[in-house]
């Protein structure tokens, strides 16, 4: 099984253009989020969902959007992209919500100039 | 929102040593989380503890739930090169989505 994929691995954004970052899950899981990581801090979870059509805001929203058309994916869209938005991002995804850890993607790491 | 305090921040030391390294929150968690983080990777689940007082192993890796349910331990025992990385404690409320907030992180250094 591939897990948690996640694209794309590096870009680089000017300030003011929009991307969307991909991720796609194979293990049937509900529950999945999105987290950022600053540099020497822990994960700050942006969106995170419990199923199809259902999404909702985690800690750090602004600025970002998400949807969740289908169990598998769970893309996150950035619009006008920040220099504060220069960061990792992670994907995680859980089969439940009740006190189960996540499976990681290995990050995007975008930088905004 | 809750926060989780993570110590030490960092620590350097010699192949064979053991490690220990903490995590306390302001707050209750129903489950508490060990992750490690390899250079340019996400981060992978180690250990998971869902009751207080539970002491649970996976190989030289040792966790602990604290009584209180506000905080939590990891210790490494006879360390190894391959034991570099970063460290994240991270504690879960059974009722709130599975969301998990994050310690940030005990960044280990193993000299050979």
């Known amino acids: 099984n591939a897990g948690v994929t996640q694209t794309p691995k590096f870009r680089i954004l000017k300030i003011g253009q929009s991307m969307t970052l991909q991720c796609t899950q194979d293990?049937?899981?509900?529950?999945m989020y999105w987290y950022r990581q600053d540099p020497g801090m822990g994960l700050k979870l942006i969106y995170y969902?419990?199923?199809?059509?259902?999404?909702d805001k985690g800690e750090v929203p602004n600025g970002y959007n998400v949807s969740r058309s289908t169990t598998e994916d769970f893309p996150l869209r950035l619009e006008l992209a920040a220099p504060s938005q220069t960061s990792v991002y992670f994907c995680?995804?859980?089969?439940?919500?009740?006190?189960?850890?996540?499976?990681f993607g290995s990050g995007t790491r975008l930088t905004v100039v | 929102g809750q926060q989780l305090n993570q110590s030490p921040q960092s620590m350097f030391i010699q192949e064979g040593e053991d490690v220990s390294m903490n995590c306390t929150s302001s707050s209750i968690f129903n489950t508490w989380l060990w992750y490690k983080q390899d250079p340019g990777e996400g981060p992978v689940l180690l250990i998971a503890l869902y009751k207080a007082g539970e002491l649970t192993s996976n190989g030289r890796l040792t966790a602990q739930f604290g009584i209180t349910r506000k905080d939590s331990f990891l210790n490494i025992s006879a360390s190894i090169p391959s034991d570099v990385g970063i460290y994240f404690c991270?504690?879960?409320?059974?009722?709130?989505?599975?969301?998990?907030?994050f310690g940030d992180g005990t960044t280990l250094t193993v000299k050979p």
């Open positions: 969902s419990v199923g199809a059509g259902i999404t």
């Open positions: 995680a995804s859980s089969y439940g919500g009740g006190g189960q850890g996540y499976t």
């Open positions: 293990m049937n899981h509900n529950y």
């Open positions: 991270a504690g879960q409320l059974t009722t709130n989505a599975g969301k998990s907030t």
